[in-house]
């Protein structure tokens, strides 16, 4: 296809697309089933990335709230994305960007800034063909340089948000030669009070597929156990795919589980013979084979993590669940999240603190809980307890050692008190003049400077680390020597940022907070640092002298 001036198309910007759509009902994990079929092409020796269709108006992810939609996950270039997109980079172990993400409200803003500037000489602005055109533009531009791309498109299929980007996908596959596409739909098969497998809803969802004009290639079957072999002759029939093309995907106690039942199952093998690539990948005995290898280790022994927070949703932290869940594969345990809501500490939720091995303080907004953060925090401190503070976590430890050891009564941050006396944690200089709430905080990779001989430096191995930040808030530089003169080293910083705080050997086995989000780096072959020196200090080894694997933060 010839270059279009007006969406700068361009034919060679990526060789192979998987598009990834699902139906009868949100949630089944058809983002999962795309990670583990990524992980397994890039097993074999291929560049793999990744793009995640969210239909909804929002231009992106950062003014969602975490209990409705999960949490908000931060790209490298601070892009603050659907949580999906960290399943994405955790599966195929690599960095993605904003461009990775396409929005409905993305795309619109795009097409209406155009066509207020006059780009369009005139011209009637029309979904079709500038808001499709817009939507395989941003495909083609954020595939370029891989081998494989895979889009999974959000919602289900039926949903009046997601008909544009049906309908780009369709002409998408009108304009790429044939072994260059692959449709995958992902489908619910339910079980009946008597038992039995049940393809209608298959059916159904594959029908309104087809009534926009896509076939599907391969069908994926969610079901809580493997699909029997008549079940899938019967979705092949109906659905007019052959049998080999459909797949079961059934229920496993661990997501990191998937990409072994699915290549189980030869889905892999299946992708690549109908992309035809199946000869250019790695002989099965020189694949990568680390993933299979850790997630399938025999533990030796359990770990209790209290998750201190105000979201009773596991997706709301997901991240950090991860990041303890990949500490854990590292050390070789498994790693229980106990689930500690900040604002019933006294309603039983101390208990189930107080019986945990260690403390996790994650990040938020707002100030509801936040006492009881700051309660759990200090129960740490005084108890020995390894501690590690995030972000929002950080900031309240400041809040907790300002007020119990410097004693100011009255210390807080001025983003949850206007009034306090002692903001100890105050406002960024940049951002006093700032109203817009999205996209407008300290966002994304940043580095930070890390003293020698310090706990940090320790973990990091090393006296820098680049991470992800999603904050507007900061320590107050007013109160910094006196807080470090009473105890508190700041051992990681960013000009004068304050970016890392700890306590010394001497006052606490393992007290570490970060003003950045470690979880959001954090791989199953790449644990993170802060978290894998919160197990080794649970475990009885001194994290302040065990040199973590050193990792390219």
Known sequence: MPTEPETDYDPELGRKFIFVTGGVMSGLGK???????????????????????DPYLNVDAGTMNPFQHGEVYVLKDGGEVD??????????????TFDHNVTTGKTYQHVIEKERSG????????????????????????????????????????????????????????????????????????????????????????????????????????????????????????????????????????????????????????VMEELDIASEALPEDERENRWRDLVTQNTEGEVEVALVGKYDLEDAYMSVHEALKHA????NVDVNVRWVNSEKMSDHHADRMREADAIVVPGGFGARGTEGKIEAIRYARENDVPFLGLCLGFQMAVVEYARNVLDLDDAHSAELDEDTPHPVIDILPEQYEIEDMGGTMRLGAHETEIDANTLAATLYGGESCTERHRHRYEVNPEYIDDLEAAGLKFSGRAGNRMEILELGPEDHPYFIGTQFHPEFRSRPTRASPPFVGLLEAVLGDDPHTVTTEEVSH
């Open 83 to 96: 949580l999906d997109l960290g399943n994405y980079e955790r599966f195929l172990d690599i960095d993605m």
């Open 31 to 53: 983002g999962i089933t795309a990670a583990s079929t990524g992980r397994l092409l890039k097993n074999a020796g291929f560049d793999v990335t990744a793009v995640k269709i």
């Open 328 to 331: 854990g594969l590292e050390k």
């Open 119 to 270: 780009d369009y000489l005139g011209r009637t602005v029309q979904i079709i063909p500038h808001i499709t055109d817009d939507i395989k533009r941003r495909i083609r531009e954020a595939a370029e340089g891989n081998d494989v791309c895979i889009i999974e498109v959000g919602g289900t299929v039926g949903d009046i948000e997601g008909m544009p980007y049906l309908e780009a996908l369709r002409q998408f596959a009108h304009e790429e030669d044939e072994d260059d596409i692959l449709f995958t739909h992902v489908t619910l098969v339910p079980y009946s009070k008597n038992g039995e497998q049940k393809t209608k809803p298959t059916q159904h969802s594959v029908k309104e597929l087809r009534s926009i004009g896509l076939q599907p290639d391969i069908l994926v079957g969610r079901c809580s156990d493997k699909l029997d072999i008549d079940t899938k002759e019967k979705i092949a029939l109906f659905c007019d795919v052959p049998t080999e093309a459909v797949f079961s995907n059934p229920d496993v106690d661990d997501i990191y589980h998937v990409p072994l039942m699915v290549e189980e199952e030869g889905l892999d093998q299946y």
